[in-house]
C-alpha cells in the first residue's frame, strides 16, 4: 500500500470531518480531560500504559474534541507505528506535500504518533521535530516504559510531560458502566450493590471487557494482554532469548500476588543466573504486567532493595483464586503503592507517601479485631504519626489506642470516597 493511502486510512477525519463512530461514542477516560487541556501548550505530551488500556482510543478522543472545536482536519495527523512500519521523515514529508501542503514549521499542527517505540531512534527524531516545529503540537504514546521514559527523559528533558494510562479504577469502571457513584451519605443504601459490582470490576480492567462475561474477560486479559507482551513485545523491546523465564516468573507473580522476590531463591527455583533473574522481572515491570512494592526498613530513606514484593500490575491480571490476595493486589493497584512494611513479625501492606505518609492495612474479613490493629500501631508509632487505615469487607468506624487515630472503613468505600 503505497504511504498516502495508509495516512488517508488512518485520517479519516481529512474527508468526513470526524473520527470513526465506533470509536466517537465510546465514553472519555478520565485522564482524557486532563490531556485535552494540554493541547495549545508548548510541550510533548507523553501517554504511556499497558497494552490494551485505550491509549489510541485515547488519542483519538484528543483528535475528536480538536475537531469539535473547529479545528482544520487536515492540521491533525495520525500515524500507528505499531501497525506500518515507516520513517517519521517520510511520514511528515508526504504529509506536508500530499495533504497540509504547507511546511510543518509553518502552521499550527497536531501530530499524534501511536506506539513511538516501534519507531528506531524515536527520541532524536523527536526531539529534532519539536525543535524545528515550534507550532506543531506533539502527543505521543508507547507500550514499552523502558525505552518510553528512561531515554526519553534524557532526550527529551525539558520537552516532554508523562502521563500513565492505568487499566480502570474502580470509580472508572462504575462511570463507564453507566452506574452513578453515589454520595457518600447514601453509601449505605447502595453498599450492597457496590460490593456485587466490586466482585465484576476485579476481573474487567481492561475498557474493551466491559460487555463480557468472566470467562471472555479473562481470555482477553491472557491472549491479547499478557501473551502478547511475554512473546512479541519483551522479546523485541528487550532483545531477550530466554523467554521461558519471564513466562514463569510472570506465572508465579500472578499466582502468588504479594509474592517476595527473593533473586536467591529464584535463581535456584527456576536455574537461571541471578543477573537473568533481575533482568527479567524487570523487563516483565517496565512492561506494566506487575508491579514491585520496596520493603522500608526504617525510613523513606532506607528502602530495601531485598526483600521486594511482586503483584499483577492490576488484579484481572491475577491467576489466583484466594479473595485475600485479589484484594490486596486491588488495592496496591488502585493507590498505585510502592512501599509495604515489615519489622519482625509485625508488617503492613502498604505505606503511601504523597504530602505525608500513611499506612494502609488491608484485611478481607467481616469483623476487625484489635489484635488486627498490631501492626499498624507500632508503624505509627516508630514513624511518629498519628493516623492509619485499616481496609476490610463490612465494618466501619474509627479506633482511638496510644493517641493513634485507626480508620476502619469498607473496600467499595475506601475506593471512592477516601482522600488518602
Known amino acids: 500500500m503505497k504511504l498516502l493511502d495508509i495516512l488517508m486510512e488512518f485520517n479519516p477525519w481529512w474527508e468526513t470531518g ?35 488500556v485505550g491509549k489510541t482510543v485515547l488519542m483519538l478522543h484528543l483528535i475528536d474534541f480538536l475537531l469539535e472545536k473547529g479545528v482544520e482536519p487536515r492540521k491533525i495527523l495520525y500515524f500507528s507505528f505499531d501497525v506500518e512500519k515507516k520513517e517519521l521523515d517520510k511520514i511528515l514529508r508526504e504529509y506536508e506535500e500530499k495533504i497540509l501542503r504547507k511546511r510543518i514549521k509553518q502552521t499550527k499542527v497536531y501530530l499524534f504518533l501511536d506506539e513511538i517505540h516501534k519507531l528506531e531512534n524515536w527520541e532524536e527524531k523527536i526531539k529534532v521535530l519539536y525543535d524545528f516545529s515550534p507550532k506543531a503540537k506533539i502527543v505521543l504514546s508507547g507500550s ?21 494510562l492505568t487499566p480502570l479504577t474502580f470509580r472508572e469502571f462504575l462511570r463507564l458502566r453507566g452506574e452513578e457513584i453515589p454520595k457518600p451519605e447514601e453509601y449505605e443504601i447502595h453498599k450492597r450493590k457496590l460490593d456485587i459490582l466490586l466482585q465484576e470490576f476485579i476481573w474487567k480492567g481492561f475498557p474493551e471487557t466491559l460487555e463480557m462475561n468472566e470467562k471472555e474477560a479473562k481470555e482477553y486479559a491472557k491472549e491479547l494482554v499478557v501473551e502478547r507482551i511475554i512473546f512479541r513485545d519483551i522479546p523485541e523491546n528487550f532483545r531477550i532469548e530466554d523467554v521461558e523465564i519471564v513466562r514463569l516468573l510472570t506465572e508465579i507473580i500472578f499466582r502468588n500476588p504479594g509474592i517476595i522476590l527473593n533473586i536467591d531463591s529464584l535463581s535456584r527455583d527456576f536455574g537461571r543466573h541471578k543477573k537473568t533473574i533481575r533482568n527479567a522481572l524487570s523487563y516483565i515491570e517496565l512492561s506494566f504486567l506487575i508491579k514491585k512494592v520496596s520493603n522500608l526498613r526504617g525510613s523513606f530513606l532506607a528502602i530495601s532493595r531485598k526483600n521486594r514484593k511482586g503483584y499483577p500490575f492490576h488484579p484481572s491480571l491475577c491467576l489466583t483464586e484466594e479473595e485475600d490476595k485479589i484484594i490486596e493486589s486491588l488495592v496496591r493497584s488502585e493507590l498505585g503503592a510502592k512501599y509495604y512494611w515489615r519489622k519482625g513479625a509485625n508488617e503492613v501492606d502498604f505505606v503511601l507517601k504523597n504530602e ?51 480508620i476502619i472503613v469498607p473496600i467499595t468505600k475506601f475506593l471512592l470516597y477516601e482522600k488518602y
Open 144 to 164: 514499552a516504559s523502558l525505552n518510553l521514559m528512561k531515554k526519553s527523559r534524557e532526550s527529551l528533558a525539558g520537552r516532554a510531560k508523562f502521563h500513565h
Open 18 to 52: 470526524r473520527i470513526q463512530d465506533e470509536f466517537s461514542k465510546l465514553k472519555r477516560r478520565e485522564i482524557f480531560f486532563l490531556l485535552k487541556e494540554t493541547l495549545e501548550k508548548r510541550m510533548i505530551e507523553v501517554i504511556v500504559g499497558l497494552r490494551r
Open 356 to 406: 505525608r505518609i500513611l499506612p494502609i492495612e488491608v484485611k478481607n474479613i467481616e469483623k476487625v479485631d484489635k489484635r488486627d490493629l498490631k501492626s499498624l500501631i507500632k508503624f505509627l508509632s516508630l514513624f511518629n504519626l498519628k493516623r492509619g487505615y485499616l481496609v476490610n469487607k463490612e465494618e466501619e468506624g474509627i479506633i482511638r489506642l496510644d493517641g493513634k487515630k485507626i
